[in-house]
RNA sequence: CGGAAUGUCGCCUAGUGGCUAUGGCGCUUGCUUUGGGAGCAAGAUAUCGGAGGUUCGAGUCCUCUCAUUCCGACCA
C-alpha cells in the first residue's frame, strides 16, 4: 500500500475524547474513527488489523471442529419472549416494530438463534457433537460507552456455540475452548488470566472470563499469587474468621443516634465482628413466561466487619435485578432504618443470611424500633433466613484455598466461555433423540471473544511515548518501507520487489520531510521498518529497524535486502508462534 | 438512569456583552528544502451544536433541546 493513496489521515494532537494511550493512538494513525457514542469506524489500517485477529480465530475456531455460519442481526422477538430475556434484559437490548407492527430486536448476542437453529438441523444423537461460530456485529445498547473501543454498543464479536448429547460431551467442547482462547489471546500477543466469573444474563452455571490486566479495566479480579486462585470480585470466595462462643441470652439496651456501625462500636466498646449489619434492598423478579415484574424487599444480614456483594446477593435470590431499597420501602415493612434488622419481618421480607453471621454468636443487632439494638443475637434462635455466601471480597483478605493473601487488580474482559447447559434447549425445545430412544434437551456451551476490544487492549498493550507497536500477527502490515531519495524509481523498484517476494508492506512514497515520516512510521508502528536514504544507498544499502527497539539499527544489503526481511518477518512470526500459551482446563 | 462538564473550520485552541471571530496543525498554489513533525510567500475553509429569549448590540447572559465526555449505577 502506497501512503500517498491511503484514505486515512493521521493525527498530530490527540482528539480531547482519547482518555488511554491505546485508543489516543488508534485514532492518531488512523485505525479508528467516532461517529457516536460507543459507535466506531475502522479505517484501512484499524480494518486490516481486525481482519488478522479475526483470522487467528478462524484459524483455531476451525481447529476445534466448529463451523462458521453468520446467524442475522435483526432478530423476530418472537425467540426471545421464548426464553424470556426478551422480558429480563432491560433497555440495554433495542427493539422496534418492523412495517407490520411485529416486535423486533436488534441481536445483543445470539444463544436465541443459535438454538433456533439447532431445533431445526439436529434431530439426533448421530448429528452431535456440533460447533458453530460466526464473527458478527451484536448491539448493546450499553448505558455508559467508555475509553473508545474498549466499552463501545456496536462491536464485533466472535461468538461459538456448542451443542452435545450430555454434560460430558459439553465439558469436552468447554475444555477445547478453555485451551483455544489461551492460544488466540498469546497469537494476537495479548496477556491475560482466565477468573472464574458470574455468568449473569446467560444463566448457565460454569463459566470463565479471560481478562487483561490492566487500570483502564473495568472489572476487578481477585488472585491469589501463591495458589493461583483468580475470580471475578463478583464471585470470588474468601476465607471468613468465625467468633464462635456460647449463645448467651437476647437482651435490648438503648443506643440514641447510634445508625451506623461505627457509631454502636463506639458507643458498645466491640469490634465491628461482634455486630451484625442489616442491609435493606429490593428485588425485582420478571415472569420468563409473561413478562410482569415483582418487587419484593430483601434484608441481607452480615457481619459488620463485611460488605455485601450485591453480585452474590442477586444470584442467590435469582432475582433479575437488585437496587437498595428506599426509606419509605423499609418503613414499609416495619423495619427502622438505622435500627433495623432481619428480627421479627420474616414474613414481610426475603431473608438472606451471610454464614459470617450464621456461623458467629451474641452479635449485636437492630431492635427495629427508634434508638434500641439488641445484643447477643443469634441465627436460628432469634430469627431465621437462607444462610449464603454474600459478602464482598477485598484486598488483603484470606485466600480460600490456601490461606494466603488475596489481592485486587483491574481487567478488561476480552473473552468468556459459559455452560449454559440445557437453560436455552429445554426453553426453545431443542431436543434430540438420543440413542435409547429417549428425546432429551441439547446440552450447550456459548463462547465469545470481542474483536474490537482485542484490538483495543493490544494497542493499550503495545504502545509507548511515539506510538503504537503492535505484534506482527496483528500488525496492519509487516514491513513499513519509507524511501528518503528524490529519485522515486529505486524506491519504487524495492516496494515491488518486496511485494513480489508476498510480504505485506505500507510504502511512503509521499513528498513529506524526512521527520514527518519518521514520526508517522512510529505512530503506526509496524513491526519492521525499512528506510532507504541517499547516504546508505551509496553504500549499496538500507537501514531496518524493529519498531520494538528503535535504537538499534542494522544495515542491509539492497542486493539481499528482500531476502533477508523475509526472514526478519519469519523470526518475528516464530517468536509468536513459539510463545503460545498452551494451557488445559482441570476440571 | 442519577451527578458534573463541554460543544468555536478536518484536529487542537483563543474569546469574560461592543468594530469584519484568534492562533497553531492540517489543506491548496508557487519557490526553496529533503535523515526526526522544514522555510518563505500567497490562499481557501466556521450559519460559534440547534431553537427560542433578554439586550441598542449575544460566540459570550437566560430557557429549552441535541450531542459528546467524565464520575457513579449498569455492563458478555
Known amino acids: 500500500m502506497r501512503m500517498s493513496k491511503m484514505f486515512s489521515q493521521t493525527l498530530r494532537e490527540a482528539p480531547s475524547a482519547a482518555d488511554c494511550k491505546g485508543y489516543e493512538f488508534l485514532l492518531r494513525a488512523g485505525f479508528i474513527r467516532q461517529m457516536g457514542a460507543g459507535i466506531f469506524s475502522l479505517l484501512p489500517l484499524g480494518y486490516k488489523s481486525t481482519a488478522k485477529i479475526e483470522g487467528i480465530i478462524r484459524e483455531e475456531m476451525d481447529s476445534l471442529d466448529g463451523q462458521e455460519i453468520l446467524m442475522p442481526l435483526v432478530n423476530p422477538a418472537d425467540i426471545w419472549k421464548e426464553t424470556g430475556r426478551y422480558y429480563s434484559i432491560d433497555k440495554e437490548m433495542s427493539r422496534f416494530n418492523d412495517r ?23 434431530n439426533s444423537y448421530k ?14 445498547d450499553d448505558a455508559r460507552p467508555r475509553a473508545g473501543l474498549i466499552r463501545v454498543r456496536e462491536f464485533t464479536m466472535k461468538d461459538s456455540y456448542s451443542f452435545d448429547r450430555d454434560q460430558a460431551g459439553l465439558d469436552e467442547q468447554y475444555k477445547k475452548h478453555y485451551a483455544s482462547y489461551f492460544r488466540i489471546f498469546s497469537k494476537a500477543g495479548l496477556p491475560v488470566i482466565v477468573v472464574g466469573a458470574d455468568s449473569g444474563m446467560m444463566g448457565g452455571k460454569v463459566s470463565h472470563e479471560y481478562m487483561y490486566l490492566s487500570p483502564i479495566g473495568e472489572d476487578t479480579i481477585m488472585t491469589c499469587e501463591h495458589c493461583g486462585y483468580t475470580a471475578n470480585k463478583q464471585v470470588a470466595k474468601f476465607q471468613k474468621k468465625y467468633y464462635k462462643e456460647e449463645a448467651k441470652v437476647i437482651e435490648k439496651i438503648a443506643t440514641p443516634d447510634c ?24 428485588a425485582t423478579f420478571i415472569n420468563d413466561k409473561s413478562g410482569e415484574e415483582e418487587e419484593k424487599l430483601v434484608v441481607a444480614q452480615i457481619r459488620g466487619d463485611l460488605d455485601i456483594e450485591e453480585n452474590k446477593l442477586q444470584n442467590i435470590l435469582k432475582a433479575n435485578s437488585i437496587r437498595p431499597a428506599h426509606e419509605e420501602e423499609i418503613r414499609a415493612a416495619g423495619i427502622v432504618p438505622g435500627f433495623g434488622s432481619a428480627i421479627g419481618c420474616s414474613d414481610k421480607a426475603i431473608i438472606i443470611v451471610d454464614d459470617s453471621v450464621a ?63 440445557t437453560r436455552y434447549s429445554e426453553a426453545m425445545n431443542c431436543y434430540f433423540t438420543d440413542i435409547d430412544g429417549k428425546s432429551k434437551p441439547v446440552v450447550m456451551g456459548s463462547y465469545g471473544i470481542g474483536v474490537g476490544r482485542l484490538l483495543a487492549t493490544l494497542a493499550e498493550e503495545y504502545n509507548d511515548e511515539r506510538g503504537l507497536s503492535l505484534p506482527i500477527s496483528v500488525a496492519p502490515y509487516q514491513v513499513h518501507f519509507l524511501s528518503l531519495m528524490k529519485d522515486k524509481e529505486i524506491g519504487e523498484k524495492i516496494y515491488t520487489d518486496l511485494m513480489a517476494a508476498g510480504i505485506e508492506v505500507l510504502y511512503d512514497d509521499r513528498k513529506e520531510s524526512a521527520g514527518v515520516k519518521f514520526a508517522d512510521a512510529d505512530l503506526i508502528g509496524l513491526p519492521i521498518r525499512i528506510t532507504l536514504g541517499n547516504k546508505s544507498y551509496i553504500e549499496g544499502s538500507a537501514e531496518v529497524k524493529l519498531r520494538s527497539n528503535l535504537d538499534e539499527t542494522f544495515n542491509y544489503s539492497l542486493d539481499t535486502l528482500v531476502d533477508d526481511v523475509k526472514k526478519e518477518v519469519k523470526k518475528l512470526q516464530d517468536e509468536i508462534t513459539n510463545n503460545i500459551v498452551h494451557k488445559e482446563l482441570e476440571i
Open 127 to 140: 448429528k452431535l457433537p456440533q460447533l458453530i461460530y460466526q464473527i458478527q456485529t451484536k448491539w448493546r
Open 259 to 282: 445508625k451506623t456501625i461505627v457509631d454502636l462500636c463506639n458507643l458498645l466498646n466491640i469490634e465491628t465482628h461482634q455486630c451484625a449489619k442489616a442491609v435493606f434492598m429490593m
Open 100 to 122: 407490520r407492527g411485529s416486535d423486533m430486536v436488534l441481536a445483543m448476542t445470539h444463544e436465541e438463534d443459535a438454538t433456533s437453529l439447532g431445533r431445526t438441523e439436529i
Open 359 to 421: 456461623k458467629s454468636n451474641n452479635l449485636v443487632a437492630g431492635a427495629n424500633e427508634e434508638g434500641y439494638h439488641l445484643l447477643n443475637t443469634n441465627f436460628k434462635v432469634d430469627y431465621t433466613g437462607k444462610v449464603a455466601d454474600i459478602a464482598s471480597a477485598k484486598n488483603g483478605y484470606t485466600c480460600s484455598v490456601c490461606n494466603h493473601e488475596l489481592k485486587v487488580s483491574k481487567g478488561v474482559e476480552v473473552g468468556n466461555i459459559f455452560q449454559l447447559g
